[in-house]
């Protein structure tokens, strides 16, 4: 506990002091006053958030409400009990969090959202009008820690928050795994990502995702780092959709566990993308076991899985370092790489730290590996 305190802490020291510097304030500076604010309904939220201390209590969150906070720069938010998000078929979000250098510590509690009265195995292509997402954390520096998300109508956690830690957070969709009246025999949660990211300097640590869809997906940003996360039941930990005009860069992947999902590791670029590149995504130490149609795929051909490969997102520097270990289920494919030429996945890709087992060998298409075991 010590020693995970202490790099929790260093983590934080050097996204926060790295990060304010650079980046430009989106959020009026908000000094606070020492105080400190209870909210106990919605009414609450306007007086208590000009404390330097917010204490949410439990409460239930009016139907077709976003619990909206933006609290004074700097400011401390704890959670003393939980949270429910009433029943309403609106695009949401349920709640959302701004403001600069903000801790929020939800104290283990939970933030309930109703998923299972949403839920039709459609998510977000029909049926009923889902809230999405059910969290955006978009506070600049600071954290969010400690807070369970339970049954998210459709996407669950998006992240949108320059230089911040988002830790200890679960989200637990797995009661979307079962069929209901409505999903026609097939898993009733849908479009449940875990994490979202569309942010620079983040870091997503000791979290837990049960879903039915990507644990995480980056989809723009640098400086990204997730880390020590277990996931399972969905799609795995991908790198986009990345559509146009947009750039991912300097993405860790580190010591990460990864069960029972569609795949395990994914970069997917959409085949008529133009103007993007995804530069540097390092997996270091990560371990995933049944991977059930693939262990690592990398394609250029979104949303076909191994389609016609398109060119227009560059795709350079991805490394497999230290020991990662993937084993794939008997109809899986170990390894796909779907590139469209050898001038979009660039350089020579170092895998020399990947073993996968299990399964068929997949097909290396426009992209020079070398190292590696699968
Ligand atoms: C990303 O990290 C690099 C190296 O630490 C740093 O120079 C750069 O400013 C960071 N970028 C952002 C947007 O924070
Ligand atoms: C531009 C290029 O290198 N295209 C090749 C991509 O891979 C397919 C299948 O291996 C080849 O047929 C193309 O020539």
New binding site residues.
């Given amino acids: 506990m010590k020693s995970f305190t202490a790099f929790v802490a260093l983590a934080l020291a050097s996204v926060s002091f790295?990060?304010p510097s650079?980046?430009a304030r989106r959020y009026p500076q908000k000094v606070a006053k020492r105080c400190t604010g209870t909210i106990t309904s919605l009414s609450d939220v306007e007086s208590a958030q000009k404390c330097d201390t917010v204490v949410i209590e439990s409460f239930t969150i009016d139907a077709g409400e976003t619990f909206t906070l933006k609290p004074a720069d700097g400011a401390t938010v704890t959670l003393n009990g939980d949270l429910t998000f009433g029943y309403k078929e609106w695009d949401g979000p349920l709640m959302i969090v701004e403001g600069n250098d903000i801790t929020f510590d939800g104290g283990g509690h939970t933030l309930n959202g109703q998923g299972e009265q949403y839920w039709d195995g459609q998510g977000q292509n029909g049926g009923k009008t889902k809230p999405s997402p059910m969290l955006r954390i978009n506070h600049d520096g600071g954290s969010f820690s400690d807070v369970e998300v339970l049954n998210s109508p459709a996407r669950a956690v998006a992240i949108g928050g320059?230089?911040i830690v988002v830790s200890k957070i679960t989200v637990d969709d797995s009661a979307g795994d079962a069929s209901n009246d409505d999903s026609d025999g097939e898993a009733a949660g849908h479009n449940t990502d875990g994490f979202d990211i569309s942010a620079?300097?983040v870091t997503v640590e000791n979290s837990v995702v049960k879903n039915q869809d990507d644990c995480l997906a980056i989809n723009r940003g640098?400086?990204i780092t997730f880390q020590n996360n277990k996931c399972s039941g969905g799609h795995g930990i991908s790198i986009g959709s990345i559509g146009s005009d947009t750039e991912v860069s300097?993405v860790q992947i580190t010591g990460n566990t990864v069960s029972d999902s569609q795949q395990c590791f994914r970069i997917k670029t959409k085949a008529a993308a133009t103007g993007s590149k995804v530069s540097g995504v390092t997996y270091t130490d990560n371990t995933a076991s049944g991977c059930e149609r693939w262990g690592v795929l990398i394609t250029q051909s979104y949303p076909a899985s191994l389609g016609a490969a398109g060119t227009g997102v560059i795709i350079s520097d991805v490394t497999f370092s230290g020991t990662n270990t993937v084993s794939v289920g008997d109809d899986a494919d170990r390894v796909d790489v779907n590139c469209g030429s050898k001038s979009s996945c660039t350089g020579t890709w170092d895998f020399s730290g990947l073993t996968v087992t299990g399964g068929k060998k997949g097909s290396i298409k426009n992209a020079t590996i070398s190292g590696g075991s699968f």
């Fill in positions: 790295a990060a650079t980046r320059d230089g620079d300097s640098t400086n300097n």
